[in-house]
């Protein structure tokens, strides 16, 4: 039985967590034996700390997260070093005692210090990388010694191919998306209501409450919003329900497993630009509004967005009534929810095994 090691993060975004978990589902329906290791757990009491900051400091403090952001751009070597020297002694322990024939990554953090490691101490691991960003990932994720790198577009390949990593290398997978994420057959119907899923809108809680607010004015609609792990949030919008300044007809939510089901009786989602929850989203045939996004690791997503005609860009919420307004009285929705029908926004999970049973 082959044995798969998952690299990843449990609270660093949801894209790393939910590409893990698809990998890791699909791998053991077909009989692999899989572990996924949270890194940042090998790198001791700094790593739980880091990890732990990581929801707070990009929700509250995004300049102060921005700062080492910028420092792992302009110096990615530097940081994949003091990684290596913080996992290097676990994440021995770790192979050691599971005995994996391949290493994947999720997680830009655990790339070229992976590959580093690997060499340093003369294991010889096959080392894939799962990119999640989908447009121009952030330097961290560049590795030109990893054996394989799969990555969600074509336009990630493009950005690649320039940066000089080997084509023979490099393989269009698509985004590892939860398999009760089913991709629909028939355009999604308006009937008499266009329905809203408000997903994290904004970093900035004030601009996600108000996102919510001008949103719910709108006639003929229907409002949902889920905060996820966001408690903040939530208790913030059900204290501004309670008060009045949110119509009761507006349903909140904290963290919910049933996405699927929201996403599938939703025509529109407004949500900052997660690439898993972009694509996630689009297979399900949801109009997109990229409302918001990480500064520094989520940039470009949005590009993803436009440039498929999915939806649009609106990261002040002072404008989005009027926008939102337009797009719905207008011919946009209908050519967007058509446009979504016909992605080819592929599971990458699908590729990525079929690769592995090949090629292993």
């Excluded at 910028?70 to 530097?78: A, G």
């Excluded at 005692?97 to 994947?104: H, S, Y």
């Excluded at 204290?239 to 963290?255: A, T």
């Excluded at 337009?326 to 446009?339: A, H």
Aim: net charge positive; hydrophobic share 35%.
């Amino acid at each position: 039985m082959k044995k798969i090691l998952i690299l990843t993060a449990e609270r660093t975004g949801n894209g790393h967590k939910s590409a893990a978990n698809a990998l890791e589902k699909k791998l053991n329906n077909i009989n692999y034996e899989t572990k996924q290791l949270d890194c940042f757990t090998m790198m001791g009491k700094l790593g739980t700390l880091l990890e732990n900051s990581y929801l707070p400091i990009t929700t509250s403090f995004p300049l102060l997260y921005y700062i080492p952001f910028l420092f792992t751009q302009i110096f990615p070597d530097i940081m994949h070093f003091w990684v290596y020297l913080k996992i290097r002694k676990k994440l021995k322990q770790e192979i050691s005692e599971f005995k994996p024939d391949i290493i994947i990554s999720v997680h830009s953090m655990f790339t070229k210090s992976i590959s580093y490691f690997l060499k340093r101490e003369k294991i010889d691991i096959p080392f894939y990388i799962t990119v999640i960003d989908l447009v121009r990932p952030p330097r961290v994720w560049f590795d030109k010694n990893a054996d394989v790198i799969f990555v969600p577009t074509e336009k990630v390949k493009e950005n690649y191919l320039k940066k000089g990593i080997d084509e023979n290398k490099i393989f269009v997978s698509g985004f590892p998306i939860r398999e009760d994420i089913k991709k629909r057959k028939n355009r999604k119907v308006i009937k008499d209501k266009v329905k809203i899923l408000i997903v994290n809108p904004s970093v900035h809680l004030k601009k996600s409450i108000k996102y919510v607010k001008e949103v719910s004015k709108l006639e003929k609609v229907s409002v949902s919003v889920i905060c996820g792990r966001d408690e903040r949030l939530y208790n913030a919008l059900k204290k501004e329900q309670n008060l009045g300044k949110i119509s009761e007809d507006v349903k909140i939510y904290s963290f919910v497993d049933n996405m699927n089901e929201f996403l599938e009786n939703s025509h529109i989602i407004l949500t900052k630009a997660g690439p898993n929850m972009i694509l996630e989203a689009v297979k399900s045939a949801t109009a997109v509004v990229v409302t918001g996004h990480i500064k520094g690791q989520e940039n470009w997503n949005y590009k993803y967005v436009i440039k498929n005609n999915y939806g649009f860009k609106c990261e002040n919420p002072s404008k989005i009534y009027n926008k939102l307004y337009n797009f719905i009285n207008s011919s946009e929705l209908e050519k967007c929810l058509k446009n979504v029908l016909n992605t080819n926004c592929d599971n990458g999970t699908e590729f990525i095994v079929n690769y592995l049973k090949e090629n292993s």
